[in-house]
């Protein structure tokens, strides 16, 4: 999969056990993502308020909450070589292993995410949220931004960067015919900006009898209160609180729960909730999860004179006979800064984007290979 493309003759049996492996990986990823998020936020569940690790972290976060602006830094905490023996170990496919570059574009990368809201965080729905800020780092620079400012998103990249660490090169921009338009700026690494209402419209097939913009998939309050309560019953019978003390204000509380026990059990009450989540969560079954090791994994919470400052999650344990030396997530909260428009940013026109440069009955192989865009060398992937 971190080939840059694969040969036409590829067998069948080849593209199954391809897709096997990566199900396999996102649904490992969601089923980590998901035992991370649960420890960073267990003590916030009321059954555990007559510890007093929890009622410490329960006023911790309820700090955060009453926050305007807050923001997250997730930092991948391992190495490249820590990188290739999780790889080796998902035994790939003869020239599909992971590239080195793509192992040290991971193992430096940082995802920080800002929101503002005009009321605290803890009483903010939808509508309150004036600016949202995605950046995704490395020690050269930033790879990518996303900001989401009123009816307007704006987005760069390095594509250069990200096409030769994934393996899949991009065209250069200047080979682009003028008619390209934005998407120049976007190869580019130039800001652009589409308005989300004409997204939505678009993505909707363009039905001008539309009423405003497609609703975004969200949790309602009563499904919300539902997953509190299930998550809340496996966290008190699974998750076991220490508190170790620190200087100047520090202190350290720990949270401990075996992975598979725990994730299994997460898993099996969020199920029966599942036809009230967002479209498109794939939750793992039983049997997919059999599998994962039972270890112990813990979570690291930090606070600083009482408010929260960073939660380090260590999952090493969980490499089992992969030859890991460093492999964790370190989450770090701060108030950040108010995410702005940036200046100079070029229009995306949706409806020219999704007729003239995606694929699709508008262009026929005849008129593409007539075209300036059959002479690119674009990548297969």
Known sequence: MWAAGESSDRSHRDRTHEETNINAIRKTLTATAVVGAVLAGSAACGTV?????GKKLDRAFEELGKKKRLSFELDLDTDVASLKALDAKSDPEPGDEMPDEAAELMS??????????????????????????????SPDGNLAEYRVIGDYAYLRADMDTIGKATGSPVPDAADLPPEA???????????????????????????SDRKGPAPRPSLD?????????????????????????????TEHITA?????????????????????????MDLPTDKDLKDAPDTKVTADFTLKN???TEV????????????????????????GTRPTAPAGAEELDMDELMKGFLPGAAMSDADFAASDLADQDFPQS
Do not use: C, H, N
């Open 256 to 280: 401990t729960a075996p992975f598979r026990t725990l994730i299994t059990e997460l898993f099996g009450e969020i199920r029966p909730l599942a036809k009230d989540l967002p479209p498109g």
């Open 221 to 249: 309050t009563r499904t919300q209160k539902k997953l509190v309560t299930a998550l809340r019953k496996v966290v008190a019978r699974e998750v076991r609180f220490k508190t170790a003390g620190g200087g100047d204000g």
């Open 312 to 335: 380090d999650v260590d999952l090493a344990k969980l490499a089992e006979s992969a030859k890991v030396k460093k492999l964790g997530l370190t989450l770090r909260m701060g108030d």
């Open 181 to 207: 338009g934005a998407i120049k700026d976007i190869l580019g690494g130039k800001w652009v900006k589409f308005d989300t209402k004409e997204m939505d419209r678009a993505a909707a097939g363009g039905q």
């Open 306 to 308: 009482g408010e929260l």
């Open 49 to 53: 308020e007559q510890l007093s690790a």
């Open 108 to 137: 430096g990368a940082k995802i920080t995410l800002t929101v503002q809201s005009k009321k605290p965080i803890s009483e903010s729905g939808e509508k309150d949220f004036v600016g949202m800020a995605m950046k995704i780092s």
